[in-house]
């Protein structure tokens, strides 16, 4: 079936240890992105890319970066500069033909606890 | 930028009833407003969205209805059933990227039997 697979789903780590979150999609989608959900508030966005090789900052870049290597995968590090990286972490993708904007399909997250 | 408010944070109602949930937005150039269901420990699921053609929209027992004018549209959930229980997110983006979207801050919906 096609779909966002996000990985891990629970990670624990370490205060000023990186961490990367992996998200892999079949659906053939050019348009990638990485949220971060905090309780109580609306999704958040923190990278975006719309073509392998080309990605920007969302609202809320600090302390994170990405890749785009290939159409497929778009892994979200969340460096030990983040401040306060304890969070649910969504990636989803969308179609980005350029004319209109459409549905996002996301994954099942992936709930990072820095201890 | 955009600003999406969204009301109420939330809302409980008997199965069989009907849910509303509204929301508000700032820019008057976005004209996509999609509604998203997130189920517990899960990521959200688009259930209907709307364009800023059109008034609006409905699918069974889910409507969405847009004033352009107010800058501000409504969920309509009638016939509530327990498994409509989830937080529900509006969004509200301009031009042709979804994932560019301001999203609200979520209503959790809860339907008693």
């Known amino acids: 079936d096609g779909g966002i697979t996000q990985s891990p789903k629970y990670l624990f780590r370490k205060e000023g240890q990186n961490v990367t979150l992996s998200c892999e999609q079949n659906?053939?989608?050019?348009?990638m992105y990485w949220y971060r959900q905090d309780p109580g508030q609306g999704l958040r966005l923190i990278y975006y890319?719309?073509?392998?090789?080309?990605?920007q900052k969302g609202d809320i870049a600090e302390g994170y970066s990405v890749s785009r290597e290939k159409k497929e995968s778009f892994p979200l590090t969340v460096t030990s500069a983040q401040k306060n990286p304890t969070a649910f972490y969504l990636c989803?993708?969308?179609?980005?033909?350029?004319?209109?904007?459409?549905?996002?399909?996301f994954g099942e997250g992936s709930r990072l606890t820095v201890l | 930028g955009e600003n999406v408010e969204q009301h109420p944070s939330t809302l409980s109602v008997q199965e069989g009833d009907s849910a509303v949930i509204k929301c508000t937005y700032s820019?008057?150039?976005?004209?996509?407003f999609p509604w998203y269901k997130q189920e517990l420990g899960k990521g959200p699921q688009l259930i209907i969205d709307?364009?800023?053609?059109?008034g609006e929209k409905k699918d069974q027992r889910i409507a969405v209805t847009l004033n352009k004018t107010a800058k501000h549209f409504s969920l309509h959930i009638t016939e509530t059933q327990p498994e409509d229980s989830a937080v529900y997110f509006c969004?509200?983006?301009?031009?042709?990227?979804?994932?560019?979207?301001?999203f609200g801050d979520g209503t959790t919906l809860t339907v008693k039997p």
């Open positions: 989803a993708s969308s179609i980005a033909n350029g004319v209109k904007t459409g549905e996002l399909f």
């Open positions: 659906l053939n989608h050019d348009a």
């Open positions: 890319s719309q073509i392998v090789n080309d990605f």
């Open positions: 820019d008057s150039a976005s004209n996509y």
């Open positions: 709307i364009r800023s053609n059109v």
């Open positions: 969004a509200a983006s301009r031009g042709t990227n979804a994932g560019k979207s301001t």
